[in-house]
Protein backbone atom coordinates (compact mmCIF):
# COMPACT_ATOMS: atom_id res chain seq x y z
CA UNK A 1 0.00 0.00 0.00
CA UNK A 2 1.28 3.84 -0.75
CA UNK A 3 0.01 6.35 1.64
CA UNK A 4 -0.29 10.09 0.72
CA UNK A 5 -0.82 12.90 3.79
CA UNK A 6 -2.68 15.89 2.70
CA UNK A 7 -3.90 18.99 4.60
CA UNK A 8 -1.35 20.72 6.58
CA UNK A 9 -0.27 24.39 6.74
CA UNK A 10 -0.14 27.50 9.11
CA UNK A 11 -2.84 28.09 11.99
CA UNK A 12 -2.95 30.14 14.17
CA UNK A 13 -2.21 28.60 18.40
CA UNK A 14 -6.39 27.37 19.26
CA UNK A 15 -7.18 26.66 15.91
CA UNK A 16 -7.83 23.67 13.88
CA UNK A 17 -6.62 21.43 11.38
CA UNK A 18 -7.55 18.42 9.46
CA UNK A 19 -5.02 15.96 8.04
CA UNK A 20 -5.66 13.46 5.74
CA UNK A 21 -4.01 10.28 4.46
CA UNK A 22 -5.43 8.17 1.74
CA UNK A 23 -4.39 4.80 0.33
CA UNK A 24 -3.79 3.37 -2.56
CA UNK A 25 -4.54 0.05 -2.40
CA UNK A 26 -5.69 -1.78 0.25
CA UNK A 27 -5.51 -1.66 4.23
CA UNK A 28 -7.08 -4.66 4.78
CA UNK A 29 -3.79 -6.52 5.64
CA UNK A 30 -2.69 -4.07 7.52
CA UNK A 31 -3.20 -4.17 12.06
CA UNK A 32 -3.41 -0.19 11.94
CA UNK A 33 -2.75 3.42 10.67
CA UNK A 34 -0.66 5.37 12.72
CA UNK A 35 -0.02 9.48 12.92
CA UNK A 36 3.79 10.21 13.49
CA UNK A 37 5.21 13.75 13.54
CA UNK A 38 9.13 15.24 13.78
CA UNK A 39 9.94 18.57 14.87
CA UNK A 40 12.95 19.94 13.59
CA UNK A 41 16.43 18.49 16.09
CA UNK A 42 14.09 16.19 17.62
CA UNK A 43 13.19 12.54 17.10
CA UNK A 44 10.01 11.28 15.32
CA UNK A 45 6.72 10.90 17.80
CA UNK A 46 4.19 8.66 17.94
CA UNK A 47 0.52 10.89 17.80
CA UNK A 48 -1.67 7.90 17.86
CA UNK A 49 -3.01 4.61 16.08
CA UNK A 50 -6.38 3.25 14.92
CA UNK A 51 -6.78 -0.32 14.35
CA UNK A 52 -7.74 -1.05 11.14
CA UNK A 53 -9.59 -4.24 12.63
CA UNK A 54 -12.17 -2.70 15.03
CA UNK A 55 -11.47 1.03 14.70
CA UNK A 56 -10.54 1.58 18.59
CA UNK A 57 -7.91 4.80 18.65
CA UNK A 58 -4.95 4.91 20.91
CA UNK A 59 -3.05 8.99 21.58
CA UNK A 60 -0.30 9.79 23.24
CA UNK A 61 -0.60 11.78 26.27
CA UNK A 62 0.34 15.51 24.61
CA UNK A 63 -2.95 15.09 21.80
CA UNK A 64 -5.27 13.56 23.99
CA UNK A 65 -8.78 15.65 24.10
CA UNK A 66 -7.43 17.66 21.26
CA UNK A 67 -6.77 15.12 18.34
CA UNK A 68 -9.20 12.70 17.28
CA UNK A 69 -8.49 10.02 14.36
CA UNK A 70 -11.06 8.66 11.89
CA UNK A 71 -11.50 6.67 9.16
CA UNK A 72 -13.77 6.59 5.78
CA UNK A 73 -13.74 3.48 4.34
CA UNK A 74 -15.40 4.00 1.23
CA UNK A 75 -12.39 6.68 0.84
CA UNK A 76 -10.11 4.79 1.73
CA UNK A 77 -8.42 7.76 3.86
CA UNK A 78 -7.83 8.24 7.22
CA UNK A 79 -7.80 11.65 9.08
CA UNK A 80 -6.08 13.36 12.15
CA UNK A 81 -8.53 16.35 13.67
CA UNK A 82 -6.36 18.33 15.38
CA UNK A 83 -8.20 21.02 17.66
CA UNK A 84 -7.05 23.23 20.10
CA UNK A 85 -2.98 23.27 18.62
CA UNK A 86 -0.54 24.54 19.98
CA UNK A 87 3.13 26.06 18.92
CA UNK A 88 4.60 23.03 20.28
CA UNK A 89 2.74 20.84 17.94
CA UNK A 90 4.35 22.29 14.85
CA UNK A 91 6.01 19.14 12.76
CA UNK A 92 5.93 17.78 9.22
CA UNK A 93 3.09 14.60 10.19
CA UNK A 94 3.34 11.26 8.34
CA UNK A 95 0.80 8.18 8.44
CA UNK A 96 1.82 4.74 8.06
CA UNK A 97 0.36 1.36 8.19
CA UNK A 98 1.64 -1.56 10.56
CA UNK A 99 2.02 -5.01 9.95
CA UNK A 100 2.84 -6.13 13.11
CA UNK A 101 0.55 -7.69 15.35
CA UNK A 102 2.15 -6.85 18.99
CA UNK A 103 2.89 -3.41 17.40
CA UNK A 104 3.57 -0.11 19.55
CA UNK A 105 2.04 2.78 18.30
CA UNK A 106 4.92 5.05 19.45
CA UNK A 107 7.78 3.12 17.95
CA UNK A 108 7.95 4.24 14.49
CA UNK A 109 10.39 0.93 13.46
CA UNK A 110 7.18 -0.92 13.97
CA UNK A 111 5.72 0.98 11.11
CA UNK A 112 6.20 0.82 7.50
CA UNK A 113 4.55 2.11 3.90
CA UNK A 114 5.02 5.68 5.62
CA UNK A 115 3.69 9.05 3.62
CA UNK A 116 5.88 12.04 2.35
CA UNK A 117 4.62 13.74 5.00
CA UNK A 118 2.65 17.30 5.36
CA UNK A 119 4.08 20.20 7.05
CA UNK A 120 1.94 21.57 10.06
CA UNK A 121 2.82 25.38 11.82
CA UNK A 122 1.29 26.79 14.57
CA UNK A 123 2.31 30.31 15.09
CA UNK A 124 1.17 33.31 15.10
Known amino acids: VQLAESGGGLVQPGGSLRLSCTAS????????IGWFRQAPGKEREGVGC????????TYTESVKGRFTISRDAAKNTYYLQMDSLKPEDTAVYYC??????????????????WGQGTQVTVST
Open 50 to 57: ISTTDGTT
Open 96 to 113: AAVYYSEYEFDFPDHFDA
Open 25 to 32: GSTSTAYG
